[in-house]
């Protein structure tokens, strides 16, 4: 007999919820076949079976399963019969001396797993920097570890709390009556949340202008018809951002990194990973286009639409959105936004939010003319790099997009 559990994925999710269960109990599985959606703060993951054989179900759909949790157990009827599903909470039993025994051993040790926190040295240095007691926090991250996140949202939590903010809620609530309803957030918009108190630690900085995408519209417009027709891919003008900003970051390179508030270093990344914020129906996620500089503009334009899709399915997976190393918001995707100072992807030094192209007026050659305007905004990491740098960055990434023969290259 075999036995299904809730593993460890990575990136510091121990928690998830039985999304879905895709067999009912009893049925005859086979090996490696999916049986169980399961969600995390990050993905919905698909779990398969192991072997082949029937399927007990133990944890049923909406349980909340942490790392090592019994989710199902596959074998024969006749290793099943007799079995039960118990509760995650309660012990397997044990012979009257072997409990006591167990019991005695866990009085001895109880103390000593009690004061014991995993978690690596810069991370306790930062609780004391910030007075934050670490034992009164709850780890997030894998095996239990506490992590920098923990230690950065439960300082937020208590600046809150310094600060004099009126509760009006409960006032509300009396004088409405049965107008005002609490909604509970989901897993993702609770992480989500967290992920924005980290972001809103980093001392940062922004830098917004405007780009004329005049030739970049044009080429689009010239080429979307053949990519569909011979490709079956919908061109945007995004891929053709993620060429620019590449090349961007090869001359700022200060930007593609991320920051080691211990060692007063900075990680700069030789690989060129872009993270794309995207609209879920579940909140907002970040993808990743892994090695997007070794891609072609058709490339990444498939593997953004198969991204989109499988977002919008709740497929996508957790390796799909881990190891950015630098994050691109399309606003204008949304149909608005001239201006904006997007949230920077913590671990990320930046973020890059490109807004709606519209026609504009604009002085060429001495005479006005309506082109097309590309308004972009640069939230940065003023820790790592200075204003100074940002508009370089800025200028670099408009010098790519308003150049028709490096978009030409490109299409």
């Known amino acids: 007999m075999e036995t299904i559990k809730f593993v460890d994925v990575g990136e510091g999710i121990t928690e998830g919820h039985v999304r879905k269960w895709l067999v009912e109990d009893g049925d005859q599985v086979k090996e490696d076949q999916t049986v169980v959606q399961v969600e995390t703060d990050k993905a919905v993951v ?29 074998g024969t009827a006749a290793e099943l019969k007799g079995t039960a599903a118990q509760p995650k909470t309660q012990q397997p039993a044990q012979k009257p001396a072997q409990e006591s025994n167990q019991q005695a051993a866990t009085a001895t040790v109880a103390p000593a797993e009690a004061k014991e926190i995993l978690t690596t ?34 300082a937020h939590e208590e600046q809150l709390k310094a600060r004099p903010i009126p509760k009006y809620s409960e006032a509300l609530e009396e004088q409405h009556n049965e107008e005002v309803e609490r909604i509970p957030m989901s897993q993702l918009r609770k992480v989500i949340a967290k992920n924005m108190e980290a972001s809103w630690t980093i001392p940062r900085a922004a830098h917004m202008d405007l780009i004329d995408a005049t030739a970049l519209y044009a080429i689009v417009e010239r080429e979307k018809a053949r990519a569909l027709k011979e490709l079956g891919i919908k061109l945007t003008f ?14 700022y390179p200060n930007f593609n990194a991320s920051y080691d508030h211990e060692k007063l270093e900075i990680i700069r990344k030789n690989y060129y990973n872009i993270g ?10 970040v993808v990743v286009v892994k090695e997007a500089d070794k891609k072609s503009i058709t490339e990444i334009a498939k593997e953004l639409q198969s991204l989109h899709e499988r977002v919008m399915k709740r497929e996508v997976t957790i390796e799909e959105m881990r190891d950015s190393a630098f994050t691109i918001t399309n606003i204008g995707s949304l149909g608005g936004g001239f201006l904006s100072v997007p949230m920077i992807n913590y671990p990320d030094v930046a973020i890059l ?6 026609d504009t007026p604009m002085v060429k050659d001495g005479k006005i003319v309506i082109g097309k305007q590309l308004p972009f905004s640069l939230s940065f990491d003023h820790r790592v790099v200075d204003g100074a740098e940002a508009v370089h960055f800025g200028n670099a990434l408009r010098k ?11 299409g």
């Not at 007990?56 to 596959?74: C, M, N, P, R, S």
């Open 46 to 74: 698909n779990v398969p079976s192991p072997i082949g054989g029937t399927i007990k179900i133990v944890a049923t759909e909406g349980t909340t399963l942490h790392v090592g949790d019994l989710v199902a157990e596959i």
């Open 121 to 154: 040295p810069a991370v306790r240095k930062l609780a004391r920097d910030l007075g934050v007691d670490i034992s009164k926090l709850t780890p997030t991250g894998p095996h239990g570890r506490l992590m920098e996140n923990d230690v950065r949202g439960a």
């Open 238 to 251: 995004l891929p053709f951002i993620i060429k620019a900003t590449i090349q961007a970051l090869k001359e």
């Open 276 to 285: 794309l914020a995207a609209e879920s129906p579940d909140g907002l996620l």
């Open 353 to 358: 939010g490109i807004h709606l192209i519209r």
């Open 400 to 410: 790519y997009l308003e150049d028709p023969d490096f978009l030409e290259m490109l």
